[in-house]
């Protein structure tokens, strides 16, 4: 049977912009068809899935990386959303060697990790106590385990397309099995503990909760779906609080990509809007790996010893042999220092309005309809699948459903982003992107032009 991959990589054999790209990185090809030998796909990362094959870096500083062939990029990739201080910053790096210099593990406490607690909890409105992970899967998959231990319930409630990680109870909806059934590997009973609702859509949780009286908690991407690329109606978290106050179940906000970014104290801040729980990953631990899960102390002290013991119930169980491990929580330490002393989180809101700016005039100068939008320091392409008329300028995602913004053409979007990587850019496959304090006045333009030049491309290939 041919494969969705095989079919894409077919119809790109004829492109201009793929030849140009083959041109342009023959070592990344040569690595890729290395990596095709030991990995699945080729691949240590589904969102590094790029047709024909996804640049090879070799270094990075700032806001630019370049590849095994010498390319120079600027990077919207951001470390998956980790990097809000850009590659490398110098604190971060200095902490890092600091802690490399003493030891990667102690297999003991250690006096960064309760530096590392306090600036959460002093920075993070709903945080009255922490516990490491070493993901932002592993932070999500804690969260539910302790919603449905102080519950008593089985049941999560999800939005479609909002991503949590990849642990089984996250599979379904995100990109595929929207009807909630179990993707492969996902057992049918847990699928079946999964209720998922249109995102954004007060009345469908309603009921939800009308429907099941065994729902311990809901949890979604305080910003909607795919850091924001199917926003929330006004008010929605607001009534989501309400809700799940009502029916005695928790609220998780899953911040591993908002918290740190969108404000000091993430979108819970921003929004006024306070979790029960709340996860995090990425810049938390300052671009390093490393996560956790921040929220009331009623909830975090079923993982208490003591707490058990005095309550005579039983402890939920929690390991992991890099939680706070040393090297992280000094990269952790340095990083949110800086976010709690400096504007960095404005800074990069700012510049990633005046990116997406850039190219809704890069957009409209081209008469393509098509638009960038966003908030906070994420921008988004909208590539419009059902041909409406849009201005770029004028261009709201709430007048759209989820399909149309989340769902887009596979063909065009990897054209587009080959386009543009080779004219020096490299963005998600969203498609759009995370910008950093790194990014300046200099990127901003370049990207703004290989935008422009990447369209004309695309148009050249018949894609527009």
Not at 279 to 286: C, Q, R, Y
Request: proline share 5%; glycine share 10%; with cysteine.
């Amino acid at each position: 049977m041919t494969g969705a991959a095989d079919t894409l990589e077919r119809s790109l054999t004829n492109s201009m912009i793929v030849a140009a790209y083959r041109e342009k990185t023959p070592t990344s090809e040569r690595l890729a068809a290395e990596a095709h030998e030991l990995f699945p796909s080729g691949l240590t990362h589904d969102s590094r899935h790029l047709t024909p094959y996804g640049i090879y870096v070799e270094r990075a500083e700032g806001s630019h990386k370049w590849d095994v062939d010498g390319n120079d990029y600027v990077d919207y990739f951001g470390g998956h959303g980790a990097l809000i201080l850009g590659h490398g910053h110098p604190d971060i790096r200095a902490a890092a060697h600091g802690a490399l210099d003493d030891g990667t593990h102690f297999g003991s406490g250690h006096e960064m990790e309760i530096r590392w607690a306090k600036l959460i909890t002093r920075l993070l409105p709903s945080a009255e106590k922490v516990r490491f992970t070493a993901s932002g899967t592993e932070a999500t998959h804690m969260a539910l385990r302790i919603a449905r231990a102080f519950t008593g319930r089985p049941r999560i409630l999800r939005f479609l397309g909002h991503f949590h990680g990849w642990h089984d109870h996250m599979a379904s909806g995100v990109h595929s099995h929207f009807d909630g059934s179990p993707t492969p590997g996902v057992l049918d009973d847990v699928a079946g503990a999964v209720t998922l609702c249109p995102p954004g859509n007060i009345d469908a949780v309603k009921n939800a909760f009308q429907t099941h009286n065994d729902i311990a908690a809901v949890i979604l991407e305080p910003i909607g779906s795919q850091t924001g690329q199917v926003p929330h109606p006004p008010g929605f978290l607001t009534e989501l609080r309400e809700v799940t106050r009502a029916y005695g179940a928790l609220l998780i906000f899953d911040e591993v990509v908002t918290g740190f970014r969108v404000s000091r104290g993430g979108a819970q801040a921003h929004y006024g809007v306070m979790p029960d729980l709340t996860t995090l990953a990425k810049i938390v631990s300052g671009g390093v790996p490393g996560g956790a899960v921040a929220g009331r102390e009623d909830l975090l002290e079923l993982l208490d010893f003591g707490a058990a013991v005095r309550n005579g119930r039983a402890k939920i169980g929690h390991q992991g042999t890099y939680n706070a491990n040393p090297l992280t929580a000094a990269a952790g330490v340095a990083a949110l220092t800086i976010i709690a002393e400096t504007d960095a989180c404005e800074r990069a809101s700012r510049s990633a309005a005046s990116l997406r700016s850039s190219l809704n005039a890069v957009i409209e100068e081209a008469s393509v309809p098509w638009a960038a939008y966003g908030e906070f320091s994420m921008f988004h392409i909208f590539t419009n699948p059902k041909g409406r008329a849009i201005k770029a300028g004028e261009f709201d995602p709430l007048d759209h459903d989820f399909e149309e913004l989340a769902l887009k053409p596979k063909e065009t979007i990897h054209k587009l982003r080959l386009a543009l990587l080779i004219n020096g850019v490299d963005v998600t496959g969203w498609p759009g992107g995370t910008v950093s304090v790194a990014h300046g006045e200099a990127d901003m333009s370049h990207t703004a032009e290989a935008f422009a030049r990447a369209l004309h491309l695309l148009r050249q290939d018949g894609e527009l």
